[in-house]
């Protein structure tokens, strides 16, 4: 079965460094991959998926994620860190069930400090 | 275009009593899954529908169950609530009706409290 897993439930980065947030996946070659961001009492909002067609995929906010195969990762980067970019984080893949249904990491939580 | 919404945002129940939660997808959207969050569990998938029938269910007891309408609009019922029924519950909704995955798009979630 699918699964991810996220390394690190809580990173800490001073703003304008570099953030970078790990996932690996399991099994096989997954056909997408997706990054979400939850804000403090908020739901969970795409940042990036991943469909095969770019190993490198830009999302929103200025993140990116690249996917590599041979490290069977999805780590999702940002060269400079914001303030507003404080939240938690979860990689998730579809089921191997099949439909909407999404397997979610644990996620992590990003702290940024001035 | 609106987003997903959910209704009511908080509740407030006691054990032994039944809840039911709302949710609209975005317009044009026809699949509609749910999803409950908590710390120790984190994000788990409870159930899909599209054209009113599930298609897929997670790994939940029986006293949870949904429905989806004709015009998209689900529901998600539990009943007999215990305390660890605490949580929050997370509506999403995609346009595909195929077996590939579309982009899920979530709601402000609805967060229950059983005391």
């Known amino acids: 079965a699918q699964s991810v897993t996220q390394l690190g439930s809580h990173v800490s980065v001073s703003e304008g460094a570099l953030v970078l947030l790990r996932c690996n996946y399991s099994?096989?070659?997954?056909?997408?991959l997706f990054w979400y961001v939850q804000y403090p009492n908020q739901g969970l909002q795409l940042l990036l998926k991943?469909?095969?067609?770019?190993?490198l995929v830009k999302g929103i906010n200025g993140f990116e994620a690249e996917f590599k195969k041979s490290e069977t990762s999805f780590h999702l980067t940002k060269p400079s860190a914001h303030m507003s970019d404080a939240a938690e984080y979860f990689c998730?893949?579809?089921?191997?069930?099949?439909?909407?249904?999404?397997?979610f990491g644990a996620g992590t939580r990003l702290a940024v400090h001035p | 275009k609106a987003g997903v919404t959910q209704t009511p945002r908080y509740l407030i129940k006691t054990r032994g009593q039944q809840v039911t939660l709302s949710c609209s997808p975005i317009?044009?959207?026809?699949?509609v899954s749910w999803y409950q969050q908590t710390p120790g569990q984190g994000l788990q998938f409870l159930f899909e529908?599209?054209?009113?029938?599930?298609?897929n269910k997670g790994n939940f007891p029986g006293r949870f169950s949904g429905r989806q309408f004709s015009n998209s609009r689900s529901e998600m019922n539990v009943s007999t609530l215990e305390l660890g029924d605490s949580a929050l519950y997370l509506c999403?909704?995609?346009?595909?009706?195929?077996?590939?995955?579309?982009?899920?798009?979530f709601g402000p979630g609805t967060r229950l409290t059983v005391l």
């Open positions: 999403a909704s995609s346009r595909t009706s195929g077996s590939s995955t579309d982009t899920q798009y």
């Open positions: 099994s096989s070659v997954p056909p997408y």
């Open positions: 991943y469909t095969s067609a770019a190993t």
């Open positions: 998730a893949v579809p089921s191997s069930g099949g439909y909407n249904k999404l397997i």
């Open positions: 317009s044009g959207h026809r699949s």
């Open positions: 529908y599209f054209s009113e029938t599930q298609r």
